[in-house]
């Protein structure tokens, strides 16, 4: 929390830095030989770029979870847990179990009939894509960056023995030299996000989806999972629910499909 600076920390030293600059420049007698105005002026640049730095710095780091996908898909251990077939081909789900905290990563992966472009557009739309998942109790996008990245809240609902889950992510999308589209999520601490009572702050290493295009109406969606839904969970437990997302992306399969103009 201390390299990230709350905005509206920034904002109230940038409208004192302001107050400063005017009144210097008025002459107000109480502002004068407090802040020389050349100093005002680097005060109020080191504050905005201080906060532009953070987000570039997740940018960066949004580029090297990609990285990290990439090596991680690669390693041996992948255990095929789950197939869904439908007509033309299947859907399919793969775990790696983490050696020190026996959690699994997951890997999706299914085939969708709509063309690339409008499918990109709906995956990066974090509201529409949420309204397809039933187990989300609140999506909200705390802060638009506006260069394809944002802060975003998530609550999942939990039931009478698992308390509601949140997280705090950073989210940025980005397009491949290849054409592939990607997408990059991961938890970060935020002002506007801190814990909340009676839910726990889960944390998200790495949450990747990548689409890719087969052709003029075709993508190949593959999507990584990985990270601590924290409290008291049995890892089993946890391990057993995450087998169900497969589920969810052959819902996401179905609607594109019907809502997609070919």
Request: proline share 4%; with cysteine.
């Amino acid at each position: 929390m201390e390299h990230f600076k709350s905005r509206t920390t920034v904002i109230k030293r940038l409208g004192m830095l302001k107050a400063h600059l005017t009144a210097a420049r008025t002459g107000d007698d109480i502002y004068k030989n407090v802040l020389p105005k050349d100093l005002i002026n680097e005060e109020l640049k080191a504050s905005i770029s201080h906060f532009e730095q953070k987000h570039q710095d997740n940018i960066l780091k949004a580029k090297h979870k990609f990285l990290d996908y990439q090596q991680m898909i690669m390693k041996p251990g992948w255990k095929l847990e789950k197939e869904i077939k439908y007509k033309g081909g299947s859907g399919k789900l793969w775990s790696n179990s983490d050696k020190k905290s026996g959690l699994n990563a997951i890997l999706r992966e299914i085939e969708i009939n709509v063309p690339h472009i409008p499918a990109c557009d709906f995956f990066k739309d974090e509201i529409r894509f949420s309204k397809l998942n039933e187990n989300l109790k609140e999506t909200k996008i705390v802060e638009d960056l506006k260069n394809e990245s944002s802060y975003i809240y998530h609550c999942f609902k939990g039931n009478i023995v698992v308390s509601d889950r949140d997280f705090s992510l950073f989210k940025h999308c980005f397009t491949l030299p290849d054409g592939r589209f990607a997408i990059v999520s991961f938890s970060v601490n935020h002002p506007k996000m801190p814990e909340r009572r009676k839910k726990v702050r889960a944390h998200a290493d790495l949450s990747v989806y990548l689409i890719t295009p087969m052709g003029d109406d075709k993508i190949l969606v593959q999507t990584i999972q990985n990270g601590d839904p924290k409290g008291s969970i049995p890892t089993a437990l946890v391990n057993n629910r995450a087998t169900k997302q497969l589920d969810a992306l052959v819902q996401i399969k179905k609607h594109l499909e019907k809502t997609i103009r070919r």
